[in-house]
């Protein structure tokens, strides 16, 4: 069974500053990675996945992420953070041969952003 | 398209009493799924249909958890004899079973049980 580890629960960084949000993984296989953002009583939106292929991906609001399979990590950065991505940010897997298309979810970094 | 609904937003009950929640999906999508999501938790999968057949349901937490998707439109979800460790999100996404994980959540329902 997959799981994954996001080991901060809070980070605070200050505008303007960078960011790298940490994400381990644990699967038999070629996983693939997710990276979603939630605000307060908004549901979850998709900031970046990952597949196959170069293993640098880009994906909306200025977020990256890299797939480092040596380290089963999958670790979100950003050059320059704004106010307005004070957030939750949740790393997830699924299994490459699940049907289902199932995801299983970290716990969570809160981000918070000092002006 | 106006995304993926859910309702109520917010539902608080007693305990013991049942509790049934909605989410309609986006209407071209045939999967819908259901994860709860806990106080400083990240959302854990429960149940998903694809049409109106429920694939995979090992995963609801107990037999007190139900759901239905009866025409492969929106789906229920039933908690019947609510505790307080049901207290939770309950978030729906639904998705197309051609796009690989192409999810989109719906902004949940906040179950509080007192």
């Known amino acids: 069974a997959q799981s994954v580890t996001q080991p901060d629960i809070h980070i605070t960084v200050s505008e303007g500053a960078s960011l790298e949000l940490r994400c381990n993984y644990s699967y038999g296989a070629t996983p693939y990675l997710f990276w979603y953002v939630q605000s307060p009583g908004q549901g979850l939106q998709l900031l970046l996945k990952y597949f196959s292929g170069d293993t640098l991906v880009q994906g909306i609001k200025g977020f990256e992420a890299e797939f480092k399979r040596s380290q089963s990590s999958f670790n979100l950065r950003k050059p320059s953070v704004h106010w307005s991505d004070a957030a939750e940010y949740f790393c997830a897997v699924g299994a490459s041969h699940n049907a289902g298309n199932m995801l299983t979810f970290g716990g969570g970094t809160r981000l918070m952003v000092k002006p | 398209d106006t995304g993926v609904s859910q309702d109520p937003r917010h539902k608080i009950t007693k305990r013991g009493q049942n509790v049934t929640f909605r989410c309609d999906p986006i209407?071209?999508?045939?999967?819908l799924y259901w994860y709860r999501q806990t106080l400083g938790q990240g959302p854990e999968f429960l149940t998903y249909?694809?049409?109106?057949?429920?694939?995979?349901k090992s995963r609801l937490l107990s037999d007190r958890f139900s759901a239905e998707r009866p025409k492969g439109s929106f789906s229920t979800l039933e908690i019947q004899r609510t505790e307080q460790g049901d207290s939770a999100m309950y978030l729906c996404?639904?998705?197309?079973?051609?796009?690989?994980?192409?999810?989109?959540f719906g902004s949940g329902t906040r179950l509080t049980v007192v």
């Open positions: 996404a639904s998705s197309s079973s051609t796009a690989n994980y192409g999810y989109t």
């Open positions: 209407s071209e999508h045939n999967r």
């Open positions: 249909f694809q049409n109106e057949a429920q694939l995979e």
